[in-house]
């Protein structure tokens, strides 16, 4: 197992904000950078930047360098190189290897319509199968399962049985890595301590954790942010084509970040220059204060 960056320490806190380049910064990912920024910096910590950038067929051209752009705009200035995640791929497969060899993932020649025919989850059919991984899809091998976890602002999570207990993909059939692989072994590697993120991916967490424990690997903590969506179960997303933030309201659109999750910023700030409320946010985050719920409906 590679180990954590030398960075990590026990005492320090590094969290992350981890975008996917599939198009530019919108007020649903604004309040997900805002919140772990936040986070990280009340907490005098690490805040780490990452470009998930492993699914090209989503991915739009110069995203990523239009993210990063946005965030220096907003203030949210990140420590340490930014990291993509399509450069690690060497690290991805011995990490494969190394579960290959203990006998923790195997190939799998099921395609989603057979799946869909048995109910929409993968029953191990090709466990025992030993097929040649050659143009297959590679699943993690899961025995026992995450049935629930503890987040610091949804409280105890439960996961239905037959999700906790599914051998999930790990390497696509087309060669790219799974998401939930690729998230996992970075947290790892760059010893992220609590990861802050929206909640639309609360479930997949606990398939990170399971992995996580199978590589021996510290565990981080968990705040899964509430979703600004339009109405109840339509998030804010560039798949529903969300707009970009405006590089020209800065402040007012930070400090209704700010009040979306909770944090009460005096109204005077809203014409106080981005860095003088940055400061205030700092100061005064608090996670208590910010909604326990997975969805707010934007007014």
């Given at each position: ?19 996917s380049p599939s198009g530019p910064l919108h007020f649903g990912s604004l309040i997900a950078a805002l ?30 360098q239009a993210i990063l752009r946005s965030l220096e705009q907003y203030g949210l200035h990140w420590d ?220």
């Amino acid at each position: 197992m590679i180990p954590p960056s030398k960075d990590s320490s026990a005492h320090h806190y590094i969290g992350r904000f981890a975008p996917s380049p599939s198009g530019p910064l919108h007020f649903g990912s604004l309040i997900a950078a805002l919140g772990s920024y936040l986070q990280a910096k009340s907490q005098q910590g690490s805040w780490l930047v990452r470009i998930e950038d492993i699914d090209p067929p989503r991915e739009v051209a110069g995203a990523d360098q239009a993210i990063l752009r946005s965030l220096e705009q907003y203030g949210l200035h990140w420590d340490q190189e930014v990291r993509y995640q399509s450069q690690q791929s060497d690290y991805y497969e011995d990490v494969i290897a190394e579960l290959k060899q203990r006998g923790l993932c195997y190939a799998c020649q099921c395609t989603r319509a057979q799946i869909k025919q048995q109910g929409g989850l993968y029953l191990g059919h090709c466990r025992q199968l030993g097929l040649d991984p050659q143009d297959r899809a590679i699943r993690l091998q899961v025995d026992k399962g995450v049935s629930a976890f503890i987040d610091k602002l949804q409280g105890e999570v439960s996961i239905p049985h037959n999700m906790a207990t599914e051998d999930f993909i790990i390497k696509r059939k087309d060669g790219l890595f799974a998401y939930n692989l690729a998230v996992t072994l970075d947290d790892i590697q760059q010893g992220i301590t609590e990861v802050v993120r929206g909640a639309d991916l609360l479930l997949p967490t606990a398939r990170q954790i399971g992995l996580m424990q199978q590589l021996k690997a510290p565990v981080p903590d968990y705040v899964h942010l509430p979703l600004a969506v339009t109405e109840p179960g339509f998030k804010l997303s560039k798949q529903n084509h969300a707009p970009a933030i405006s590089d020209l309201d800065v402040t007012l659109t930070t400090w209704q970040a700010l009040a979306f999750l909770g944090q009460q910023p005096p109204p005077e700030l809203q014409s106080s220059g981005q860095q003088t409320l940055l400061n205030w946010a700092v100061d005064h985050w608090s996670l208590d204060k910010v909604a326990h719920q997975e969805e707010i409906i934007l007014s």
